[in-house]
């Protein structure tokens, strides 16, 4: 199962935590793997074209950790968006994947 852990420090998007494998069907054949690395790796890369700085992440074979390091709106209102699409995932796909 995916596990996403989310940190909010005075009602701001603090930091993101996903791990683990969805074990949705075989590796490589993955959708909810593929749809959750999608939706991360998009966000990301869109935090990072507006602020080089808002965001730092490490990605590991575990997983990733994003941490957040802007309070600014467009920071916030991407992570927010990527955590409301991960949670319409988990409503999709409850065994394999969970958002706290």
């Known amino acids: 199962m995916i596990t996403v852990e989310i940190k909010k420090e005075n009602s701001k998007y603090k930091k993101v935590t996903i791990l683990g494998h969805a074990m ?3 590796y490589g054949k993955d959708i909810v793997c593929s749809a959750c690395s999608s939706i991360v790796t998009t966000t990301v890369n869109g935090v990072l074209a507006l602020n080089n700085d808002s965001i730092s992440y ?4 575990k997983g990733m950790c994003i941490d957040i390091n802007s309070f600014d709106r467009n920071t916030q209102l991407l992570v927010n968006n990527m955590i409301n699409l991960l949670k319409e995932l988990e409503r999709n796909y409850p ?3 969970e958002v706290k």
């Open 24 to 26: 949705y069907d075989d």
């Open 58 to 61: 490490l990605v590991s074979k």
């Open 95 to 97: 065994e394999n994947i």
